[in-house]
């Protein structure tokens, strides 16, 4: 147990210490930013993806909705791009009631099939928008006009930033998890039929995980475009972006509480750098690379990254759990 | 005017037909397994790729590269489900996502490393050319792939319901542990079925080839489609993934036509949600 | 013993000389940063603009004594400016994503300490791109994008070589002006579009000034690009029978379009294809016999033997196994020659002193590569010289055919297609 404090300790320090680490490379500060925000959408979508069991492949929505409720708080109302953040999100609850309820009523891969469906209706309707800046899409303030446009040249304050947020989305997780909502979804998950035999309202139950979830996309995609300054169609709705949410959670373990973080730690950086070291060769090396060691820890590992210490502890909440993509 | 109508809807019904073809190895796949294969646009890519090199090399035409495709790809097929996917499959759900991207990305950037960035395609006189029926314009190489596509999922469709091997088939998918008990090996039925799947998919492939371009990256624009044939006509059902390829195919041109082409992709997707909505299981799928 | 230590001696001779060599090195090479989509959708343009910059690089460093009798900075031996400096060009792949493109520009400038920037292709990625340049204070030079907004930032580090859609809607008006007062009929025009920001752009620019210069636009027609059917758009032109047709395409696009239109048989009097997807060389290569008479815009023109873009051209045809320049890839080369010239000139390496350099840059048509009326750019970093030829398809290559003073080849109308 002491050694368990130690090493959490350690952890911890190491996570806080990072951006001074590597202070004289703004590359490798930039790097840590870019894991946090990617461990930030991947958490969220983990909420109905991972805990709830319903594989969402369509969650662009809510990041697209975040980053363009950002920017044309910006375009339009003249006010710094993170002051569309609640707006965002409230909106993504919105919009994940209106698609929720039909959808979820879909077992299994119809539900992903659909959420696919939404997203690219949306990509293609937001493309026509005259409002939200067309097919060209829409850039934040070019130059910052003061401390709250959060536009820095240093990643370290974005590091920070996105730490606070994705410990928040984290702890919320963490609470969620030990509540009645998490053995709630848990039971939905293992089987929706069982659940519902002991009186769950597992619509509801799915519906609320789906909302939070939504909520917490969109504010991952408001923080994307105070970084990046610019959303566009393919990359605010592009269907790319719902992927990589579900594989950087699938990668770390889907429905537990750090294995978005450690899929977004393993595949981030292994995409920045083998973009930096075989990118430049112009001869698509970097996705080869990247896909076969996806493939390797799928073939290995179907359960994630994080299995590899649940076979340690023989308790492990789902490592038995193996059969739930048929059981629909 | 309404000439011109008979020729967007004979044209949506053509393209619809090619839709179904491509569909039909993704639903068997999808049904038998229950697995959804995300590098399935990249499988059709590779069958294209087959037929591009066989008339590049060989100046073949599709009665070449069609039954190379299929072996290729069906191989391709079988390699996957023994490499891959029996291991996925004993994983969650996820990890088919997982592995099948994994496995998209690195074919798709494997072909570009193999064969260069660059667009190609088939010199349009290879199957033969447009001809004039009852005032409507046919092109060759399209009927060929329409009357092909029409074929292969209706023997799929046949081979599933009426034969020996098809009722195994399916007893595997409905449950691979009483499957065994009746002394089938459901291993063998699932690398069967990943080998059926890959040979249309390769004919697919090799045929599209002929009347469109090949390029690393035209998996992605064709996987999209699949998919939602598949789960609009219902997981499994070869004959759902014909009938939604033929409405998808004459629903596109006709809103394409009618309302506007950036438009069609928004009315089928709205058609698809809506058919969910009022039969979850999709048009032909088992409830 | 005495084999160790000379063997040690040795060593360290080897290693100072590396030292030695390492700082020498460093002061005799300028690096130049591109950031272009390698791979995604894009993946062949970016591919051959690599080619092209490689090519550039290799021209200044290791000579080529037919272009240096029209080019002073072709002698060989690297960049007279700088006693001799080598380019070295440190080329990243954008991904065609805005993300990855801002992620590599940072590391160029930052990790490889590029001297200047020459980027992106995609507008959006230029955008967010040139925000990290602009930051770190490194010349940031744009060859291709054309969205109107990108020089009206206010920065001070951002230049851009390439014509604008204004400058091309001015050219098709002009273009299309003369035609009718030659007798051509120019009654009907339709604008086929896709609807990426490439096509939305263009096509509104486009729509906005034939307005104003009298032309009427019936049709105007978008669809979502890499469609996987042209035909019902094909369908919509040969119903209406518009006398010109414009279309703004990408390769895949462009691809379907010309074999449905042969495959329906359908062809207006005069049809013009805006670039794109229509001067990839695969199309040329794969398209160009049935698509006769194709009227395209492009910079680039090989003209007559000699000139600084027929030599250009040849080499770059050994260089890529065949394929001549096109208008993306002039553009490209012609936008590294501007950064080198403004780099010898500087006489540093320095940013700073180059971007003073880049404002002061001034080159006449026939230095050029690109068919520009030269290069010289504003406070806003746009060269006012920029300007566009009209090209026409022959026998399975583009000529250019206006403007007059720089034609090539006379005109033939109408479209004769297949």
Redesign the interface.
């Known amino acids: 147990m002491t050694r368990y404090r130690l090493l959490q300790i350690v952890l911890v320090v190491l996570v806080l210490a990072y951006p001074l680490v590597v202070a004289g490379s703004p590359v490798w500060a930039r790097l840590g930013a870019l894991v946090l925000l990617a461990a930030i959408g991947a958490s969220a979508w983990n909420i109905v993806g991972g805990y709830a069991g319903q594989v969402s492949v369509g969650h662009s929505v809510f990041f697209g909705i975040g980053a363009y409720s950002a920017v044309v708080t910006y375009t339009h109302l003249g006010l710094p791009p993170i002051a569309g953040a609640p707006i965002g999100m409230a909106l993504s609850v919105l919009v994940a009631a209106v698609i929720g309820v039909p959808t979820l009523k879909l077992s299994g891969h119809y539900f992903s099939m659909a959420t696919i469906a939404v997203a690219e209706l949306v990509r293609v309707l937001s493309s026509t928008s005259e409002f939200l800046g067309g097919a060209q899409g829409l850039g934040g303030p070019p130059v910052p006009r003061g401390v709250l446009d959060l536009s820095f040249i240093s990643a370290t304050p974005y590091y920070y930033i996105f730490l606070a947020v994705l410990a928040g989305l984290l702890w919320l997780t963490h609470m969620i998890e030990r509540g009645r909502m998490g053995f709630y979804l848990r039971a939905i998950k293992d089987s929706e039929r069982a659940a519902r035999s002991l009186g769950v309202s597992a619509g509801r139950y799915k519906l609320y995980a789906y909302m939070l979830s939504a909520a917490f996309t969109a504010l991952a995609g408001s923080l994307y475009l105070t970084m990046f300054g610019f959303v566009d169609p393919e990359s605010g709705f592009g269907i790319l972006i719902s992927v990589k949410m579900v594989v950087m959670a699938a990668l770390g373990g889907a429905g537990q509480l750090f294995g978005p973080l450690v899929g977004a730690l393993i595949l981030v950086p292994l995409e920045e750098l083998s973009n930096s070291y075989l990118g430049g060769q112009g001869a698509g090396l970097t996705f080869v690379v990247y896909g076969a060691i996806i493939v390797i820890i799928a073939r290995f590992l179907p359960s994630g990254l994080l299995s590899l210490l649940d076979r340690r502890r023989p308790t492990a909440p789902r490592a038995s759990k193996t059969v739930d993509g048929h059981a629909d | ?1 309404s000439m ?1 109508l008979v ?2 809807v004979v ?1 949506g019904l053509l ?1 619809g037909a090619v ?1 179904a073809l491509f569909s039909s190895g993704l639903t068997l796949i ?1 049904g038998m397994m ?3 294969n ?1 590098a399935h646009g990249d499988f059709v890519m590779l069958g294209m790729y087959t037929a591009v090199m066989i008339w590049t090399a060989l100046g073949g035409g599709p009665w070449a590269s069609v039954p190379a495709a299929a072996m290729l790809i069906a191989t391709l097929g079988i390699a996957s489900y023994f ?2 996917v029996r ?13 099948t ?10 072909a ?2 193999t064969f ?6 088939l010199p ?1 006189d290879l199957v033969g050319h ?1 001809f004039i029926l009852a005032g409507i ?1 046919f ?1 060759g190489a ?1 009927v060929l792939a329409g009357v092909v596509g029409l074929v292969v999922t209706l023997l799929l469709h046949l081979l599933l319901t009426r034969t020996a091997i098809g009722s195994r088939m399916l007893a595997v998918s409905e449950d691979a542990t009483a499957a065994q008990l009746m002394g089938i090996r459901p291993q063998r039925m699932q690398a069967l079925a990943w080998g059926m799947a890959g040979a249309a998919t390769g004919i697919a492939g090799a045929l599209i080839a002929t ?3 090949t ?4 998996g ?3 996987a ?2 699949a ?2 044939t ?2 609009f006509g219902g ?1 499994g059902s070869v004959l759902g993934a014909l009938v939604a390829g033929l409405v998808i195919g004459v629903v ?3 809103s ?2 009618l309302i ?7 009315i089928v ?2 058609l ?2 809506l058919v ?2 009022f039969r ?3 048009l032909m799928g088992k409830a | 013993m005495i084999k160790a230590m000379r063997r040690t001696v040795a060593a360290f001779a080897a290693l100072a000389l590396l030292g030695l060599g390492g700082t020498a090195g460093a002061q005799q090479v300028v690096k130049i940063g591109a950031v272009y989509p390698l791979s995604g959708n894009s993946a062949s343009t970016g591919n051959y603009a690599k080619m092209a910059f490689e090519m550039g690089a290799d021209i200044i460093n290791n000579g080529n004594a037919e272009l240096a009798k029209v080019m002073p900075l072709a002698k060989g031996g690297g960049l007279p400016g700088l006693k001799g400096a080598k380019i070295q060009m440190v080329i990243a792949d954008n991904q065609g994503t805005p993300a990855a493109g801002q992620n590599q520009t940072l590391r160029l400038i930052t990790e490889e300490k590029v001297a200047a920037v020459i980027c992106c292709y995609q507008s959006g990625i230029t955008l967010t791109a040139s925000a990290v340049a602009e930051r770190y204070g490194i010349p940031f030079l744009n060859a291709e994008s054309v969205a109107a907004n990108l020089t009206e930032r206010g920065f001070k580090w951002f230049f851009r070589t390439t014509p604008v859609a204004a400058d091309f809607a001015k050219a098709y008006s002009t273009f299309l002006n003369e035609q009718k007062a030659a007798g051509r009929k120019v009654d009907s025009i339709a604008i086929v579009h896709e609807n990426t920001e490439y096509g939305n752009s263009v096509s509104s620019v486009l729509a906005d000034a034939f307005g104003k210069a009298g032309l009427p636009v019936t049709q105007k027609i978008a669809y979502s690009a890499n469609s996987t059917d042209v035909q019902p758009q094909v369908l919509q032109l040969k119903e209406k029978n518009p006398d010109v047709v414009i279309f703004i395409s990408y390769t895949s696009d462009a691809i379907l379009y010309a074999k449905t239109m042969k495959e329906l048989n359908w062809k207006p009097a005069i049809l013009i294809a805006d670039d794109g997807g229509f001067n990839d060389p695969a199309f040329v290569k794969a398209m160009g016999s049935v698509t006769e008479g194709l009227i395209s815009r492009s910079v680039f023109a090989a003209g007559k033997p000699g000139s600084v873009a027929a030599i250009l051209d040849e080499l770059y045809k050994k260089k890529t196994g065949g394929d001549g320049l096109d208008d993306v890839s002039a553009r490209v080369l012609q936008s590294f020659f501007v950064m080198a010239e403004a780099i010898n000139n500087a006489g540093s390496a320095d940013p700073a002193k180059i971007r003073d350099a880049l404002r002061a840059v001034e080159m006449k048509p026939e230095q050029l590569v690109a068919g520009y009326d030269g290069v010289k750019f504003d406070d806003k970093g746009q060269n006012v010289q920029a300007s566009t030829l009209i090209t026409q398809m022959r026998n399975g290559n583009y000529v250019s055919v206006w403007p007059k003073s720089r034609a090539t080849h006379e005109l033939i109308l109408p479209y004769k297609g297949w």
């Open positions: 005017m011109t020729q967007v044209s393209l839709y999808w229950n697995v959804v995300f490499l891959l291991h996925i499959m004993r994983g969650p759900m996820l990890a088919q996502i997982l592995g991207f994994g496995l998209a990305l690195f074919l798709r950037y494997g570009l490393w260069g960035a660059n667009f190609k395609t349009d447009s314009r092109e399209r009347f469109f371009y390029s690393p990256t035209v992605e624009t064709l999209i489609v998919f939602v598949v789960s997981f596109e041109s006709l394409a036509y506007g082409p950036v438009y069609k992709d928004v997707y709205i698809f949600v969910l909505w979850p299981q999709g």
